[in-house]
């Protein structure tokens, strides 16, 4: 009878060399600056912690993206999705969104999820921009398969890009077909939307642990509300 070593050697997907992302430093509209970086299997708990208060927001269908991007960190942490990375964006160690997708294979990437979580300040197009540079630069992929699950996230990718239609495709992701940012639509997009500095500071980067705002914070920021008693 084979174990549960064997067993659990067979459930999980088989891994494709993918390289690491190097960090970035971006300085935000409000002159913070917000230190990008990949974020560890280890470090999974804290990002569904992170998560978990936004899975009743129903503004800006917080609630469906926060759902599905919970279950494929947990399915990362759990080793049971093939070739995913995640990105985060701190500020001062604060986690102010996050980012994940996946390697289909060489040539073709897979972009599950953006989430903002301290609005105002374009770190949700920052971090998109971010995971299309790990694609199409640092994976050298020739495009990445993107959908929209709300009105902003139409607006931020498929026309502030503008990415093209490869509606012969359904996304993983199901809802309607697959939009495409190629090599060549990322590099005409690169001077406008994708920014930062590199390296990081050693000193920088060592201090980049993520810390939370706390559920309330989180809610307060996402929704907008103003915090203190009514």
Wanted: net charge neutral; glycine share 8%.
């Amino acid at each position: 009878m084979a174990s549960v070593m064997d067993l659990e050697a067979l459930l999980r997907p088989p891994a494709m060399e993918m390289p690491p992302y190097p960090p970035k430093a971006i300085t935000l509209a409000s002159g913070e600056e917000m230190i990008v970086r990949q974020a560890s299997r280890e470090e999974m708990p804290i990002l569904l912690t992170a998560i978990y208060p936004l899975l009743l927001v129903e503004r800006d269908y917080y609630d469906i993206v926060a759902a599905r991007l919970y279950s494929e960190l947990l399915a990362y942490k759990r080793y049971r999705v093939k070739d995913e990375y995640v990105l985060v964006g701190l500020i001062d160690g604060v986690l102010a969104g996050l980012v994940n997708g996946r390697l289909v294979d060489a040539k073709v990437g897979m972009s599950y999820h953006t989430l903002t979580i301290r609005r105002g300040l374009r770190v949700g197009s920052h971090l998109f921009a971010a995971k299309m540079e790990y694609h199409i630069e640092h994976c050298g992929q020739d495009e990445v398969l993107i959908v929209a699950e709300s009105p902003i996230g139409f607006r931020r990718w498929m026309i502030e890009y503008p990415l093209d239609k490869k509606y012969e495709v359904q996304h993983e992701l199901g809802g309607v077909p697959s939009w495409v940012l190629t090599r060549k639509t990322y590099f005409d997009a690169k001077p406008r939307l994708v920014s930062g500095r590199r390296p990081v500071p050693a000193e920088k980067l060592a201090a980049a642990v993520i810390r939370l705002p706390g559920e309330d914070a989180v809610r307060l920021q996402v929704t907008g509300e103003k915090g203190g008693k009514a």
